[in-house]
């Protein structure tokens, strides 16, 4: 049988899994995806954790014992998932060691109610960094304008950071400043630059998303014949843009010092939309140095059916920006797109927290009444 996960890995694809809950980790399955399915890397979100947590009993044992500490709901909540994302840098381990730092990571993400909050973010990034204690851990920070000097920070405390929530190409160039002012602070601090990773997650799906439900509006033919296309696009530029950054003196200064780049990552890869492939934004954003992170269900469609045609993307610059000269003609504004997507995304990520909290605040009580199980109460 064709091993199409392998291609995408041989052709500098980084697969990384966006999910984790402690039935995959207690069940093995983490680590099967590692050993048989080529993923390198895990990442994590409220939501994951928030349906984690939600519906699953291997939870109870330590909900229990957090009961009878008579700890707060924020303290429980982190308990949890730092545990969790303990055990899966664990599972890493092998991959991390394997590619000298780069994959083995696993991101845990600061409380997004902190997404508009510098000081408060970096000193969250620093408190999971001490409770996950594993050096392949990824600290997520959203790319709003106060979550970007609380990158720098982060970064130039030592801690590695996985950038999320980035939909513009101009908010990712400040992205790679932020990750670049970091590394330079960083190496005037006395830190091991070797020692520092970043990825900057770049957001695909939802902007078709958000766009077609425009163009639909728009209604007319030119306008419907560009449903589908500026997700990658924009990804596609954002390459464009990560070429140029990484290509420059300034750099250069910092790989020279041992430091690795910030490498792009496609975010939120699974199709929202019946009339696209299934595995459409792995296919169209194959590149050298990229990080493609996948729901499981995008991992093996990929593994049936993907289609490996070498890069997909550093080719594609001048048609890439063509969509978007045709998205401006036919009246898209792209930065109320984007504005639009980053404002929805910090919602979703607090509706998520707020589930994830309340759902705890039950199983706490429950718990603390001696209930069999927790889960009764919610």
Same mark, same amino acid.
């Given at each position: ?41 895990? *990442? ?5 954790? @928030? !349906? #984690? +947590? ?5 939870? $109870?044992?330590? %909900? ?53 909050? *510098? ?5 969250? @990034? !620093? #408190? +999971? ?5 594993? $050096?392949?851990? %990824? ?60 990825? @900057? ?178």
């Amino acid at each position: 049988m064709t091993d199409r996960l392998k291609e995408l890995s041989d052709a500098g694809v980084a697969v990384w899994l966006d999910d984790l809950s402690r039935v995959r980790l207690a069940s093995g399955t983490l680590d099967k995806l590692r050993t048989e399915k080529h993923v390198v890397g895990v *990442t994590t979100n409220p939501t994951i954790f @928030a !349906k #984690a +947590l939600s519906d699953a009993d291997a939870y $109870d044992e330590q %909900l229990r014992e957090l009961a009878d500490r008579d700890v707060t709901v924020e303290e429980a909540t982190r308990a949890l998932t730092t545990y969790d994302v303990r055990w899966a840098a664990d599972v890493m381990k092998p991959e991390y060691d394997r590619s000298q730092g780069q994959d083995g990571r696993v991101s845990i993400e600061v409380d997004p109610r902190l997404a508009h909050e *510098t000081s408060k973010t970096v000193a969250e @990034a !620093k #408190a +999971l960094w001490w409770l996950v204690d594993r $050096d392949n851990v %990824l600290i997520k920070i959203p790319a709003t304008l106060a979550g970007l000097p609380a990158i720098t920070a982060t970064l130039a405390a030592g801690i590695s950071v996985n950038v999320t929530l980035i939909f513009s190409l101009d908010r990712y160039g400040k992205v790679i400043d932020a990750f670049l002012d970091g590394l330079e602070q960083a190496k005037a601090n006395g830190h091991d630059l070797s020692k520092i990773a970043s990825v @900057a997650s770049f957001f695909v799906s939802r902007v078709d998303t958000e766009i077609d439900k425009r163009l639909d509006k728009i209604g007319s033919d030119e306008a419907k014949a560009l449903k589908g296309k500026a997700a990658v696009a924009n990804a596609q530029l954002a390459y464009k843009l990560y070429e140029e950054k990484f290509g420059g003196e300034r750099w250069a200064a910092l790989k020279a010092a041992g430091a690795h780049p910030q490498r792009p990552l496609w975010a939120s890869t699974g199709t929202k939309s019946a009339e696209y492939k299934d595995t459409i934004y792995v296919e169209e954003l194959i590149a050298p140095g990229v990080v493609n992170t996948m729901p499981e269900s995008v991992i093996d469609a990929y593994a049936d059916h993907g289609d490996t045609r070498g890069d997909t993307v550093t080719g594609s610059y001048a048609a890439a920006q063509e969509v978007f000269d045709k998205l401006t003609a036919v009246g898209i504004d792209f930065d109320d797109v984007v504005k639009v997507l980053e404002e929805e995304g910090v919602q979703k990520f607090e509706a998520s927290w707020g589930e994830l909290l309340e759902g705890l605040a039950k199983s706490l009580d429950a718990a603390k009444k001696g209930a069999a199980n927790p889960s009764d109460a919610a």
